[in-house]
């Protein structure tokens, strides 16, 4: 089995998850370049490393993003994955990535799953919250599969 893991933003938590499925699969980490270089000396060596240049379209969404998205597609089309297990943390640029990894089954983690967090941070008219929701309900409708990391994630008590 071939597992792609792509984060935009959980470093820790994927790298430990990519280290471990490295002990009984063959892996890739896709990692933007935004700080990535703090956690490379983490990564486990049997683990193939992509970094991608997120920085300078960190926040967009829209054609300017396409460079970014062809580099992820393209990587993870030369590696050929079993699945392809993404962290959902919202950045925009999953909206049009997810269907372009269609191709290939998905596995999503969602470490908040009800918007807003914290509370009182959404404004339903605002085009961040707009484009958030967009990005939640993608990364929703698109997986195979989903995880969560407790039966109340995310919920206010």
């Given at each position: 089995?071939?597992?792609?893991?792509?984060?935009f933003?959980f470093?820790d938590y994927?790298?430990?998850?990519?280290?471990?499925?490295?002990?009984?699969?063959?892996?890739?980490?896709?990692?933007?370049?935004?700080?990535?270089?703090?956690?490379?000396?983490?990564?486990d060596?049997?683990?193939k490393?992509?970094?991608?240049?997120?920085?300078?379209?960190?926040?967009?969404?829209?054609?300017?993003?396409?460079?970014?998205?062809?580099?992820?597609?393209?990587?993870?089309?030369?590696?050929?994955?079993?699945?392809?297990?993404?962290?959902?943390?919202?950045?925009?640029?999953?909206?049009?990535?997810?269907?372009?990894?269609?191709?290939?089954?998905?596995?999503?983690?969602?470490?908040?799953?009800?918007?807003?967090h914290?509370?009182?941070?959404?404004?339903?008219?605002?085009?961040?919250?707009?484009?958030?929701?967009?990005?939640?309900?993608?990364?929703?409708?698109?997986?195979?599969?989903?995880?969560?990391?407790?039966r109340?994630?995310?919920?206010?008590?």
């Open positions: 089995m071939r597992v792609a893991c792509l984060t933003w470093y994927t790298i430990q998850m990519a280290n471990e499925l490295a002990r009984h699969t063959e892996v890739l980490l896709l990692l933007p370049d935004y700080r990535s270089e703090e956690y490379v000396e983490s990564i060596p049997t683990v490393v992509h970094i991608f240049g997120y920085s300078r379209y960190a926040g967009r969404f829209g054609p300017s993003c396409y460079p970014v998205l062809k580099d992820i597609v393209a990587a993870i089309d030369d590696f050929a994955p079993d699945v392809v297990h993404f962290q959902v943390n919202n950045p925009p640029m999953l909206c049009p990535l997810l269907p372009m990894l269609r191709k290939h089954p998905l596995v999503a983690t969602f470490h908040d799953i009800e918007p807003p914290p509370p009182g941070e959404d404004r339903l008219l605002d085009a961040g919250s707009l484009l958030y929701r967009l990005t939640l309900f993608v990364s929703r409708v698109m997986p195979d599969r989903i995880f969560v990391h407790g109340h994630s995310g919920r206010p008590w």
